[in-house]
């Protein structure tokens, strides 16, 4: 009843505060920042037009004809029932507007296809639910996912009214970034399902095939943060990868590509670290909540009892109960054929460690022993 | 409906229908076929159209108020399964059934047996489909286009639906040769090819691409079950196969299955038209090569569903350039139905009411079609809510459309009870104006940038979703009113005459309403 309650009242609220609250709600295909996509809008627009164009024409001889040749009006039918003039007019005419669509349509699709000499590139992997972006050459490679505020927001039940919070499921905990005015060449793959990496602004999509390394490009024109989804059904939390890309000066790139190697450089240091010395399974358990919480609870939700069928509970679990080096083992390397991905390459030594003590002695479980990241390095 | 026609030579006396339940279960009478097949996809409509209220519920407002994720894929793959393969495919069977006999002038299906079986796989299919709620893992989520390696994922539902869709195939099989057999044998003497109905002609054509594209999608579906039990690898690149084949093969029967959607409807349009504008049909030979040119069509432009995976330059232009070139014969068919209505002398009954929106709906759906073909635009339209509301305006108010049409036109024939006039404008209103509230906002939402299939959406969508979850509750409550006009129909009602329409033609209308239980006995003469 709450529900239903909360339902009317929120839909009067909306539709009130309509006009001042959501002004500027998209009602037309974005011009977008990059050459394509202004080509493909116009495009959009040209065939619109067409189609306006056709349709006021046929649907006001329909109009006419139901107003002025009704029985009701004293029409009497004609019997006429063919006319070629009439059959090869209206069989020629549009194959003549098919083929003044198809020139242009024809011209962007080879530009769009070109990836040629491009300045760097970036390999984009699709994960069940997220992506990662490695920068070639760069040392650079990191994950992205659906920032904490909005996953907060999102879950069922959660009485967090979306309006509040910032950029609601198209918000990231790590956006790409890219420099402005240089072509950037996108190499497309997906590690489990297929994907389809979409930025509106950029004008294009493009499918993320497990096995498949498709190429596509963007050479931006503006600085600026720009939003997109997954576009294509990858499972449970296909609404819930969103896609940022944030396009800096190239002297701001340049800092900020410094600044992240050196993160990555920290981050493994530190990691060389804490594998180096034993970490206190307290502090083991208190990060596995963290990484459980950002990693597992899609699927193995947030008791640990899965989702009967398809997704196996953590709580009491054949592995997660049974012997350690099975656990560790599936943890870093996945099932094949399953949603359940190989974690070696996204989660660092001390991260997997946690994760695994906090599935054995937490949501349920009691089996009392632990694993050290340098148990985890060694097995790299 | 036990009404015999007097000059029968009857030597037995079992020709009436059977008493009771057994009657509808060993029935080989055309007639009572189509009555199980029609009833059979109203209910299947109800169930698929009660899971679309689920999805619009969910989508109302942003966050996630009532349905897990998980569900919702649930909703959005087994609604698309139940409209598609028991709605609207059933449903023109149903009609085929009823009206093909008579309307060629025969007794009946050429296969009455084979009729009867291919009727009641399908309530044993759609239990299983249906039965997969309740199963571990639930029902398949992975879309209807059944995509490896998501689809791989799935629960223990998986093999009951990769099954359930087999017998479909089956049914739909069997359904189609005995169409074609129908044509070529049960035609009363002078009924040339030339002279045969429309609608007759485009059950004829459809029920070659019937033949032609389901075996290919039991072949396809058939290789996701060896994938998943039996360690091949057909589709997973890991094992040395290719995710995408999966969807060449896919759509080399979808494509095709869009026009066995949609090629009975032009044909049950082109009956009702003329009947209203009392003035013969325009361009009759022109429709029937119209439509054997979409049909031929229909097999080389599969891969413009997937522009996005990746193809060479020149296969993306060739599927570019073939489906463009779709609109010229679809072009045809909706100026010749414009120039029937053109100097006739028209009325609006429902039939007729339907009819027109259908023209003009459908005709809606066309125009965002072309703007789909056209391969770079299709980069940012693809898998965005502006083709939800692109198939949604061919498939609801196209297909579904022409079949209420259809209903309307010939439940007097059925029943011999004229269904109450009023009621059927009320429900072509409210229909019209809820479905329009309902899908055309999702072009916009697909423009502006919402992916299709998800159970969740940023702020700025809210609105539109809002208009169209109150569109899609109105739309279906009003077939729920549709179930009551069918239902009051049957019951009782003024009597219909013989000719029912004015300006019909054809041999339905020389028959008693409802028709005698074996249509034509003698061959009737034709003109």
């Keep these: 009843m709450n529900k239903l309650k909360q339902l009317f009242a929120s839909g009067a609220l909306l539709t009130f505060m309509s006009s001042v609250a959501h002004a500027e709600y ?31 024409v046929v649907f006001g001889a329909m109009i006419w004809s139901m107003i002025f040749h009704r029985k009701s009006q004293g029409a009497v039918a004609a019997q006429f029932h063919e006319s070629m003039t009439a059959e090869l007019v209206w069989t020629v005419v ?26 760097m590139s970036i390999k984009v992997t699709g994960y069940q639910w997220k992506w990662r972006y490695e920068y070639i050459g760069e040392d650079v490679d990191f994950f992205s996912s659906l920032d904490a505020a909005s996953n907060e927001a999102r879950q069922v039940g959660s009485d967090i009214d979306p309006a509040t919070v910032e950029n609601y499921l198209l918000n990231v905990d790590h956006p790409l970034v890219i420099p402005v005015n240089t072509k950037v060449r996108f190499l497309l793959t997906a590690s489990d399902v297929i994907h389809s990496w979409w930025v509106p602004d950029f004008g294009w999509k493009k499918d993320a095939i497990p096995g498949y390394i498709n190429e596509a490009w963007v050479k931006v024109d503006e600085p600026g943060v720009y939003r997109g989804q997954c576009a294509e059904l990858c499972g449970r939390d296909h609404g819930f990868m969103p896609i940022v890309v944030e396009v800096k000066s190239e002297a701001d790139y340049a800092v900020w590509l410094a600044a992240q190697k050196g993160e990555e450089v920290v981050a493994a240091v530190a990691n060389e670290l804490a594998v180096s010395e034993a970490v206190t399974t307290e502090d083991l358990m208190k990060k596995g909540e963290t990484v459980y919480q950002s990693n597992c609870v899609a699927c193995h939700q947030a008791k640990g009892e899965g989702i009967p069928g398809v997704f196996p509970a953590i709580t009491g679990g054949v592995i997660t109960t049974g012997p350690i080096d099975q656990h560790i083992d599936r943890a870093m390397n996945g099932k094949a054929g399953t ?42 | 409906m036990t009404t015999v026609a007097a000059d029968i030579h009857d030597d037995h006396h079992d020709h009436g229908p059977a008493k009771g339940l057994m009657r509808w279960v060993t029935t080989t009478n055309h007639k009572d076929i189509g009555t199980l097949y029609l009833l059979f996809s109203l209910l299947m409509f109800m169930v698929g159209g009660a899971m679309a209220m689920v ?136 009924m040339t090819l030339m002279k045969m109905p429309l609608f007759v002609w485009t059950w004829f054509i459809t029920a070659y691409l019937l033949i032609a594209v389901m075996p290919v999608l039991a072949g396809a579906v058939t290789m996701l079950l060896t994938d998943r039990f039996y360690d091949t690898s057909f589709f997973d690149a890991a094992g040395g196969g290719d995710p995408v084949l999966f969807q060449h093969i896919f759509w080399f029967f979808g494509h095709p299955e869009v026009y066995i959607l949609i090629l009975p409807a032009f044909g049950i349009v082109s009956s009702i038209i003329p009947t209203f504008a009392r003035k013969p049909l325009f361009g009759y030979s022109s429709m029937v090569y119209a439509t054997a040119s979409i049909a031929f069509l229909s097999f080389i432009v599969w891969a413009h569903h997937m522009f996005t995976v990746g193809m060479p330059i020149q296969g993306e232009l060739f599927f570019m350039y073939a489906t463009m070139l779709i609109a010229v014969p679809t072009g045809v068919k909706v100026f010749n139905w414009i120039s029937t ?49 692109h198939f949604h305006y061919v498939l609801v108010t196209g297909a579904v459309y022409s079949i209420m049409a259809g209903a309307y036109y010939w439940l007097p024939k059925w029943t011999g009870n004229m269904y109450n006039e ?62 009551y006009i069918v239902y009051k129909t049957i019951k009782g009602g003024e009597k219909a005459t013989d000719q029912v329409w004015e300006g019909a033609e054809g041999l339905e209308w020389t028959l008693s309403s409802p028709p005698p239980y074996h249509s034509f006995t003698t061959a009737p003469e034709i003109k």
């Design chain 1, 94 to 119: 549009p194959f003549i507007i098919l083929i003044v669509m198809a020139i242009p349509a024809t011209k962007v699709l080879i530009d769009m296809h070109d990836a040629s000499e491009a300045d």
């Design chain 2, 341 to 389: 209505m053109w100097k006739g002398s028209m009325t609006f009954e429902t039939p007729m009411l339907f009819s027109i929106g259908f023209v003009i709906m459908f005709t809606i759906g066309g125009f965002s079609g072309l703007m789909l073909a056209i391969a770079p635009a299709d980069f940012q339209y693809h898998d965005t809510y502006f083709v939800v509301a």
């Design chain 2, 422 to 483: 009023k009621m059927g404008q009320w429900h072509f209103w409210i229909s019209t104006v809820s479905v329009n509230v309902l899908f055309f906002p999702q072009h916009f939402l697909g423009l502006a940038g919402m992916p299709r299939r998800i159970p969740d959406y940023s702020v700025q969508f809210t609105e539109f979703n809002m208009w169209s979850s109150i569109g899609g509750f109105v739309f279906g409550l009003s077939q729920v009113f549709f179930c």
């Design chain 2, 55 to 190: 999805i619009r519920l969910e989508l109302f407002q942003p966050g996630l108020q009532f349905v897990d994720p998980g569900f919702f894929n649930q909703m959005t793959t087994v609604h698309a399964l139940v409209m598609i393969f028991g709605a609207v495919m059933p449903a023109f069977v149903g009609l085929a059934n009823w009206m093909l006999p008579i309307m060629v002038g025969g007794p009946d299906m050429a296969l009455p047996r084979m009729n009867n079986w291919s009727f009641w796989i399908l309530p044993f299919a759609f239990t299983m489909l249906l039965s997969t709620f309740f199963m571990d893992g639930g029902a398949p989520a992975g879309g209807w286009t059944i995509y490896p390696p998501l689809v791989l994922q799935g629960g223990n539902g998986f093999p009951y639906m990769i099954f359930a869709i087999h017998m479909m195939g089956i049914s739909s099989v069997m359904g189609a040769i005995n169409v074609i057999v129908t044509i070529l044998n049960m035609r009363a003497p002078g």
């Design chain 1, 339 to 380: 949603a359940m991905m190989a974690y070696k390459d996204q989660l660092t030594d001390v991260e997997l460690a946690a994760v695994i003590t906090y599935q054995r002695n937490a949501l349920g479980n009691k089996v009392g022993d632990s694993v050290q990241p340098s148990a985890i390095a060694a097995l790299r």
């Design chain 1, 26 to 56: 998209g009602l037309n295909m974005p011009v977008g920042v990059t050459e394509t996509s202004r080509q493909v809008y116009d495009l959009h627009m040209l065939i619109l037009w067409v189609c306006v164009a056709i349709g006021v």
